[in-house]
């Protein structure tokens, strides 16, 4: 098969011969600096797209897209839920109604916000069925008093399906014996694990019995929405707002969870920023390396231009060897970037394992999310690529620039 004349010098020289050695090394380890840095950014990009989309399945999938609460309890609250529900942007409505307090049982306590919610309407809303550790939503019964805890809220409080806690309320009832706290016990009935920080802080008890407690019977403080778009759901609301009674005031998300959001793709796109220097003097070391060889290889540039070789040869043939440098640094960078990604979570968890340090409990989620994503991985490899090329461009110039005469007059 024909190769032109550039590739084949240019790659020939790729190959170190044993007076070349120290040339050889400064390629290979061009090339290395370019494979770690290409495969740090996809690693980091993945993590960070890994938080994100746990972000908008797990947290996001337990609290409401959007809330829409009343300055008084609701009592027609089905009505209510019929009419959200058919603003455009609506996925479903669930009645709800909020309770603040502390749990206890077996001498800890615990604060927490209990939910009230109606389990069968309580599935279009939220992710929290999937996730039912042992027991079941639909054992939150009217009446019944059961009670749905996150696994950490759980094993805080050291209680498993069929134990009691105590539900003490932050306000105060005057009996024959003082101003004595409001509390109430409820039966643990089901345990689920998202896996998030919400598993530490949220419960969940029938609607009626949430309303029994704040003495407004069976009526609830407003409805939790689930939208369709998530970047549209403040849109949504004020168009849900705009349907009701002024006595009804909106959230949604960004209130509640948007600071950690937008820090995740600020972080993400200051890591990529970062990161993507280091890819550049990675890929810029090649100009050194190139610029050590042209001046090794002046006299055999001369030979060839006096064979006849044109300085566009010559350029083409440091372009072929630099290019062959950058080519194999970001294919292997690739290739080792996307083993990273694809088994970052498993190597995070065998480290906990193995030295029995939880590294995750501090963040919103308890382990190391990776997300690896073809659209970043394209767009490192072309950049990378594209800044060693770049870095070649000199060097080759400047070898296409050697007169013949005044490259042999030393030898």
Known sequence: ???????????????????????????????????????????????????????????????????????????????????????????????????????????????????????????????????????????????????????????TLGVGIGDAVTLVLPEASLSAAGVIPRFKRFTVTGIFKVGAEVDGMLAYVHYADAGRLLRIGDRVQGVRIKVNDLFQARAVNEQVLSRLPPMFYGSDWSFTQGNLFNAIKMEKAMMALLLLLIVAVAAF???????????????????????????????????????????????????????????????????????GVALF??????????HLKGSDVLWVSCTAFGLSFLATLYPARQAGRIQPAEALRHE
């Open 361 to 370: 409990d501090a963040y919103f989620v308890n382990y190391l999310p990776s």
């Open 285 to 355: 070391n090649i100009v050194s390396s190139l610029v050590m060889v042209v001046n090794d290889k002046k006299s055999d540039i001369a030979i060839l231009r006096t064979l006849g070789a044109t300085p566009g040869m010559i350029q083409r043939i440091f372009l072929v060897q630099g290019t062959a440098v950058g080519f194999g640094g970001t294919v292997a960078g690739v290739a080792l970037g996307v083993l990273l990604s694809l088994t970052v979570s498993d190597l995070a968890s065998f480290y906990e394992r193995l030295s």
């Open 1 to 155: 098969m024909y190769t032109p004349l550039s590739v084949f010098i240019g790659l020939r020289y790729t190959r170190a011969r044993r007076r070349e050695r120290f040339i050889s090394f400064m390629s290979l380890s061009s090339m290395i600096g370019l494979m770690l840095g290409v495969a740090v950014l996809i690693t980091v990009l993945s993590v960070m797209n890994g938080f994100d989309r746990e972000l908008r399945q797990r947290i996001l999938g337990m609290v409401p897209h959007a809330t829409l609460t009343a300055t008084e309890p609701v009592a027609n609250w089905q009505s209510l839920v019929r009419e959200v529900e058919s603003v455009a942007g609506v996925a479903a409505a669930a009645p709800m109604t909020q309770v603040q307090g502390m749990l206890t049982a077996n001498g800890q306590v615990s604060g927490a916000m209990v939910t009230g919610i109606e389990p069968a309407r309580e599935k279009r809303v939220s992710i929290l069925p999937d996730y039912m550790e042992s027991g079941t939503m639909d054992s939150l019964r009217d009446g019944e008093f059961g009670i749905v805890l996150g696994r950490q809220l759980a094993s």
